[in-house]
């Protein structure tokens, strides 16, 4: 089959029921490269936790805009890029497939700035975390700013793993703590406490199942790195890294797609 002939091929890719003819939308936000300072290596956002959402939105015919707080470039931890020599995601096969699709990592190079953005033009938010966003989200005005709109605009507001850094301060516009009587977890204690006996000292500068708790939440996990997510409402939170692909199958069943 010659080029020319391909592009007028039928369409043939997997079809999905759709109550609406115009695609939802669906923002994730990354956070920006930092460093850590407890450990003092350069951190990111968790490759897992942007591609698998992005491959279960994209699969079922969402639009997907990649965005982080500060735009420009954003980069996964090295322990989340199945290619890195420690091999600590290597069996993470749908990471591996976005880091070598170039039209994918192209929407790493250069992601908006959350602030330029329409938030109004979106259906859903989706926060990702990763270790950057334990020493970039918590104090983050515009990603609170832009969580708040979405929740009180009446729409899925999805915060996960670390990514709940961005959420255990954040007030409503009545000055209540969004968290205060709502169900949700996050990046456990008793994960951190692993991952601080495997590194041989204290990886995070604070916990947020911690911070949670202390602003009313009702936190809950579901043990130890299992796939675990919660929705209260409107109000979708993910455990860890794990739970990514459960929190976008949230998101996919309160957007109705």
């Known amino acids: 089959m010659s080029e020319e002939q391909a592009q007028v091929v039928a369409d043939h890719h997997m079809r999905v ?11 994730i936000v990354v956070a920006n490269p930092s460093t850590s300072t407890t450990m003092g290596w350069p951190v990111g956002f968790w490759g897992a936790e942007l591609t698998h959402p992005y491959y279960e939105l994209t699969e079922r015919g ?10 420009g470039k954003v980069e996964m931890d090295s322990l989340s890029d199945p290619r890195d020599e420690s091999k ?9 497939g976005f880091v070598n699709t170039p039209e994918l990592m192209a929407l790493l190079e250069d992601t908006p700035r959350l602030s330029d953005l329409d938030l109004d033009e979106f259906d859903a938010i989706m926060v990702a975390g990763g270790q950057s966003p334990m020493f970039t989200f918590r104090d983050n005005t515009d990603l609170e700013a832009a969580i708040r709109h979405f929740y009180e605009s009446e729409k899925p507001t999805a915060i996960y793993c670390h990514g709940t850094a961005a959420l255990v301060d954040l007030k ?14 996050g990046f456990s204690n008793v994960e951190e406490e692993f991952s601080d006996t495997f590194v041989g000292q204290k990886v995070m500068p604070w916990r947020v199942e911690d911070v949670l708790k202390e602003h009313g939440a009702n936190y809950i996990n579901g043990g130890l790195f299992k796939a675990f997510a919660v ?14 692909r459960r929190v976008a199958q949230m998101v996919i069943e309160a957007l109705g797609v």
Not at 62 to 71: K, Y
Not at 88 to 96: G, K, P, V
């Open 62 to 71: 969402a639009e997907v805009t990649i965005a982080s707080p500060d735009g």
């Open 172 to 185: 409503l516009s009545d000055g209540s703590y969004l968290v205060d009587g709502k169900t949700v977890t």
């Open 88 to 96: 600590w995601s290597a069996e993470d096969l749908i990471t591996m």
């Open 17 to 27: 029921d759709a109550v609406s003819s115009t695609p939802k939308k669906v923002l």
């Open 231 to 244: 929705r209260d409402g409107r109000l979708i939170t993910g455990q860890q890294q794990y739970s990514a």
